[in-house]
């Protein structure tokens, strides 16, 4: 296996690379960590590479920081934030119970911003002047994520990606790699194919607005054990399996990699990320997935379509890190010719707030493994299939007796066609999510409008996007 220390010579202007020396000092975290470096079949990295071996032992300290023990908190937050946006908005707050979208008509009208992240940056006719304030405005469990902010501004011009040992600069991989906060744009409109999985450092801010960014046909974007990362506006589509081999993940490091499944973003280990305005579609594994003890997230704005297995959020019963897991999954469209997983979830803690489910094969919403799930002001539309449509789901390998224990709960939530959610969870401990009295959330019957610029947009510099 090549030296994890080789160290890259290629650096982009005005930005020195700085190498990281990782301290002897971290060692006695391998030992409370054992079981969260991937082992064989995880299809993530060579597990012997003390390089990654330190990476995920800082990794597991900073989830266990990040995870908020009042996750309540950020809940009647949220709300209180969507109530102010919505009252401060100009669209039309008639209910609104129809079982269509109108996907087809383009909205011709004024800068419209609806939900409280939107509205903190959207409707802004300067926002290319100043792309960092994106930053500024991530609602939920990920609301911290900084992403590149404060670093400089990284222009990618050239949508090649054929050396993964020494990335070629101005090249997407290139730009993932660099060391410190970096803000990553588009010089133009660009489809990339991804030969092997984009493996990025923390404190990354993938920036796609003002141009139409497509990574398609190819691997898939991977955040493992890293932290501050923004992906916003991007569509992407039909990501597919690709080989091992061996990748740089940084300027000084490079190493092995297995085969990556065909996940199109894959969240491992890490923490305080966002995900907002993507186009997501057709990949041969899940969507996005986000597994061992990866928490402080926030997904938000996306629109999916034609898709399997849409969200993983825990990957194995076994672990038990998951259990600090805290999603927020906000103003999404769960748009047509969707099966299953929107998300399936274990262990953790996930606030599903406002998105809009217009269709499902199988099922929306599912988990094992006393997943707590607060379901709030979305809109379900069950599809015309008498035996489908029950939005939850519990694994078959869980007995009632068992999931009748876990925390699932139903709130303002609106059921269309027939839909309908199946609640459960301790009565006596009910009063630990007294807080949600408190501040309800905008109601489902608001859900088109809160959801209705989902996915990637049209931005165009010097317009409100």
Known sequence: MPSPNIHATASIPGLKIMEKNFSITFLFLFFISAAFIPTSGANYTDSHDVYWQERAALARARILQAYNPNPEAIVTDFNQKTKEALEHSQVNRAPHNGTRRNLGRKYMGPCVATNPIDRCWRCNPNWALNRQKLADCAQGFGAAATGGKFGPIYVVRDPSDNDMMNPKPGTLRHAVIQPGPLWIIFSHSMNIKLNQELIMTSDKTIDGRGALIQITGGAGLTIQFVHNIIITNLKITNIVPSPGGTIRDSVNHFGFRTGSDGDAINIFGSHNIWIDHLSMSGGADGLIDAVMGSTAITISNCHFVRHDKVLLFGGRDMDEIDSKMQITLAFNHFGKHLVQRMPRCRRGFF?????????????????????????????????????????????????????????????????????????????????TYLALEKIRPAPGEQVYDLTRFAGALKCVVSLPC
């Open 351 to 431: 606030h599903l707030v406002n998105n809009d489910y217009t269709h499902w094969l199988m099922y929306a919403i599912g988990g094992s493994h006393h997943a707590t799930i607060i379901s709030q002001g979305n809109r379900y539309i069950a599809p015309p299939l008498p035996d489908k449509r029950q939005v939850t789901h519990r694994e078959a390998d869980s007995p009632e007796s068992e999931w009748r224990k876990w925390t699932w709960v139903t709130d303002h939530d609106v059921f269309l066609n027939g839909a309908y959610f199946v609640p459960s969870g301790d009565p006596n401990g009910a009063a």
